[in-house]
């Protein structure tokens, strides 16, 4: 399998993100949503990251419109909005699909991964979670209802963290 770290995407604000500069960092990749009952998971994404960002891992918000159109916004209403409600400091790239015949390469490798039933391909919905490690192979799945600091996601990253 391919390292996510290989993939290339623009940031939010349409400037090339370099995914191998994550390489050697734990990465949970998630895609957002503005507008979604579930994204009050802002909060939780963002208190991840400032609690593991200095042994080496980051939160990646990936925002997508394919769930409802529950993220509308351009780029700078999507940054806005993470900035003054949620206070986002993670990276957050360009708008795109997840699903699909315009599925982007980033998740043609993610969806390959099963979710701890077993099941891989589609994104549910808003706020699918990929924990990838240092290498950029993917080390977990965690579907949408799943809170960034439940007990499954933080012990995933602690045990994913360099020692």
Same mark, same amino acid.
């Given at each position: 399998?391919?390292?996510?770290?290989?993939?290339?995407?623009?940031?939010?604000?349409?400037?090339?993100?370099?995914?191998?500069?994550?390489?050697?960092?734990?990465?949970?990749?998630?895609?957002?949503?503005?507008?979604?009952?579930?994204?009050?998971?802002?909060?939780?994404?963002?208190?991840?990251?400032?609690?593991?960002?200095?042994?080496?891992?980051?939160?990646? $918000?990936?925002?997508?419109?394919? %769930?409802?159109?529950?993220?509308?916004?351009? +780029? =700078? !209403? #999507?940054?806005?909005?993470?900035?003054?409600?949620?206070?986002?400091?993670?990276?957050?790239?360009?708008?795109?699909?997840?699903?699909?015949?315009?599925?982007?390469?980033?998740?043609?490798?993610?969806?390959?991964?099963?979710?701890?039933?077993?099941?891989?391909?589609?994104?549910?919905?808003?706020?699918?979670?990929?924990?990838?490690?240092?290498? $950029?192979?993917?080390?977990?799945? %965690?579907?949408?209802?799943?809170?960034?600091? +439940? =007990? !499954? #996601?933080?012990?995933?990253?602690?045990?994913?963290?360099?020692?």
């Amino acid at each position: 399998m391919s390292s996510v770290y290989e993939h290339t995407i623009n940031d939010l604000a349409g400037k090339p993100l370099d995914l191998a500069g994550l390489s050697g960092k734990v990465t949970l990749v998630v895609n957002v949503a503005s507008k979604c009952g579930l994204t009050p998971q802002y909060t939780g994404l963002e208190r991840l990251h400032e609690q593991y960002a200095g042994q080496g891992f980051t939160v990646l $918000g990936v925002p997508c419109n394919q %769930f409802g159109g529950q993220e509308p916004g351009t +780029s =700078e !209403e #999507i940054a806005e909005f993470c900035a003054v409600n949620y206070g986002v400091t993670f990276p957050l790239t360009e708008k795109i699909e997840v699903n699909g015949p315009e599925r982007h390469p980033l998740y043609q490798t993610l969806t390959a991964t099963p979710d701890a039933d077993g099941d891989a391909g589609d994104i549910q919905w808003n706020f699918e979670k990929f924990l990838v490690g240092a290498d $950029g192979q993917v080390i977990a799945r %965690f579907r949408p209802g799943t809170q960034p600091d +439940s =007990e !499954e #996601i933080t012990s995933a990253v602690k045990a994913a963290l360099p020692s």
